[in-house]
């Protein structure tokens, strides 16, 4: 008797006037939020390029080919990040696990290369008050870094769900939100290596 | 169409069933309580604000006064400007979003009650943590705008800016969080036939509003994040030497500070866009003109920007653009004043207290108006630019626009939310006392600011010959505290012995009306279906509205339980921010720490276990 009157006022709780869920469109607008965040952030880089008055200036300290493979390594979670929810979707706890597992991993190496790259920078003579360039590279790519941070121990928590049976198919929501901010981490990050670092 | 007679009314009685006590009011999600909050504490810095602005207005009284320094002055006009923004005028509006909104639409709460109450504790800590700067003797002394390079460590070495940058750094997350909030709740709870076309209007500005904070307040976020780099960590972005260019403080600021003067006023024309139906006993005259202008307002809100900067230099392409924006952007503005104004033509208007504020904003409001697109003329403003004839302007804008519009929708409100009367007698004396204090205070200012005196600045020369007019402002200021406090009497007042009032104390046409004064924690027992435009005035479907909304459910609806995360995040949040001034890079990061176990015990926790375990 119990479980069917709290699964009514479940259902009663979930009424919302355009059928979707109000997490989902919460999280939109905060999406939309956070595109002005960034947005800003990317401005102010933009504004700055080439204006240093000493270097190293980017075309000294930026390796192409190496943040080519970190941006290929976080384009890959997000094709990772697509399967786990289709495993939790599904109830498949075992697809579930080992693609959660892999967005965890190749977010984890996109932030060791960036832990490397900045270090390179560092000891290249680059730091946060060295110019214009180490203050808006390292305050912006921090920003998406602390970004990809908060997703990485996000989705370990979904894992430690999942693992313990706690992430069944009525919760996928879950999984789908952290999707949305997964891959939108993601898109800023395509923003920012076409326009911090190929076109320099 | 027939309009509700005033309902026979008993005293409202506490409902049954809900909590009280200190705990039950921090541990709220109840939005009715955190509106009530909000409010208060909104009225607290009024106060404070109030107080800061009687000592300029003490030390202007006469030429080469020395009643304070001119560095305390310089605290005194910046912290009166930041408070006047970010502690009072924004907060109270968020009150009435928190209170009034859900009821609007026919819904039980706000889309996330608890992200709810976290939005309030930020804002009553940033709050405090800025104010604590007056403790330690450094309160902020830069203006409200905060421009580069005199932020910079070089230039204000103390602790001043030190608060600011980061105190509004915390307010800043409040209002975004309250942001995706709101816009959720608009689109998501409107109960059953609440179209949008449907919504009342002040529903509708909040909404517009709601929009303008998501997108305007990250810009500012940033800013204030590039300077505390500068200033804690030695970044550079606004530091010349280093090629960092001042002006690109100034547009960051003004992209955020344009949409935030929208920010401010659209809550007020949403009170009276409500008001004055309701006491023409007519329907709003062209309601969707009203609402496209409010949301032109927000959209072209984000291009006029630049008017702020035309001395800066920008050139001549760049100020042409801005002085034709922010030329455009009076347009859908003087539209809804003529419709405020065609609402009321032959209508029965009552002159209450509510309707008499909503009457003096569109007077008031469009005195600021017109000034502002005096100064809209890029060659106008390099005259009047910072002199008292822009402080005059957005005085009017702000007080008489802004504050009129809240005190109007405060006595409109007040019988919902208290079940009781705000005087009208004494409503007359603070409506009065008002609009001729502050007349007396800003009026002059026009005078005072063409004859040449400068912002900000301590003292004058008898030469100048703005004696008279900066006496006159004094006597006017002080006039407008006595209102006040005429006010805050009246609240405390009433909310005690006021006269009862019933669920449609005034006849109004929204869905607020339908349900008892003051509503139950659930508000609806069952969600009402709306039919139209103004419900409660259109007999039938007023009839079969409160045979749901006024009958006593046979079980209450369910309700999230009280929650103690939000103010431990809120705690957290703070800490965090707060620890950067310490410079030690590591510190804000005990504070993370800290933050990231409220977050985990938030995510964690049902709100619904209250009820499992009472099953």
Known sequence: MADASAAVAHDDHHYTATGLNSWKVGFWTFIGSECLFFGTLISTYMVYKGESLVGPFSGDVFDIPLTTISTFVLLMSSLAMVLALDGVQRGNKKLALTWLAAVIVLGATFLGFQVYEFNHFYHEGLSLSTNLLGSSFYVLTGFHGAHVTIGVIWLTTLFIMSAMNKLPPEKALNVEIAGLYWHFVDIVWIVIFVLVYLIQ | MSVATESTATAPAAHHGEPTGLWSWIT??????????????????????????????IQLFKPENDFISAELYNQLFTMHGTTMIFLVAMPMAVAYFNYIVPLQIGARDVAFPRLNALSYWIYLFGGIYLNVSWFVGAAPNTSWVGYANLTSTQFSPGLNVDFWVLGLSILGVSSIMGGVNFVTTIINLRAPGMKLMRMPLFTWMTFVTSFLLITALPVIAVALIMLAFDRFFAANF?????????????????IFGHPEVYILVLPAFGVISDVIPAFSRKPLFGYPVVVYAGVLIGFIGWGVWSH??????????????????????AIPTGVKIF?????????????????????????????????????????????????????????????????????????????????????????????????????????????????????????????????????????????????????????????????????????????????????????????????????????????????????????????PGPSFWPIVVASGVTATWALVMTGVWWAPLLGLVYTGFGVYMWAFEDPFKHLKSSH
Do not use: C
């Not at chain 2, 504490?41 to 604000?49: D, N, Q, W």
């Open chain 2, 339 to 559: 419709n405020w104004m065609a609402t009321m033509w032959g209508g029965a208007i009552r002159f209450t207290t509510a309707m008499n504020f909503a009457i003096g904003l569109v007077a008031l409001f469009t005195v600021g108006g017109l000034s502002g697109v005096m100064h809209a003329s890029a060659p106008v403003d390099l005259q009047q630019h910072d002199s008292y004839f822009v402080v005059a302007h957005f005085h009017y804008v702000i007080v008489g626009g802004i504050l009129l519009g809240m005190f109007s929708g405060l006595y409109y409100w007040f019988p919902k939310v208290t079940g009781r009367f705000l005087s009208e007698k004494l409503g007359a004396w603070h409506f009065w006392t008002t609009l001729i204090g502050f007349n007396l205070t800003f009026f002059p200012m026009h005078f005072s600011g063409m004859f040449g005196q400068p912002r900000r600045t301590w003292t004058y020369q008898s030469e100048l010959g703005i004696e008279l007019f900066n006496q006159l402002s004094t006597i006017g200021g002080f006039i407008l505290g006595v209102s006040t406090l005429i006010m805050l009497w009246n609240v405390l007042k009433s909310a005690r012995s006021g006269a009862p009032a019933g669920s449609n104390p005034w006849g109004a046409p929204s869905l607020e009306w339908s349900i008892p004064s003051p509503p139950h924690h659930y508000n609806f027992p069952a969600l009402p279906e709306v039919r139209s435009r103004e419900p409660m005035w259109h007999d039938d479907e007023r009839a079969a509205i409160e045979a749901v909304t006024l009958a006593e459910p046979e079980t209450e609806p369910e309700m």
């Open chain 2, 308 to 329: 702020h900067m035309f001395t800066s230099g920008l050139g001549p392409i760049a100020d042409s653009f801005f002085v034709a924006t922010t030329m455009i952007i």
């Open chain 2, 238 to 254: 606004f530091n010349v030497a280093a090629g960092g260019d001042p002006v690109l403080w100034q547009h960051l600021f003004w």
């Open chain 2, 28 to 57: 709220t999600v109840d939005h009715k309580r955190i509106g009530i909050m909000y409010f208060m504490t909104s009225i607290v810095f009024l106060l404070i604000g109030g107080l800061e602005a009687l000592l300029i207005r």
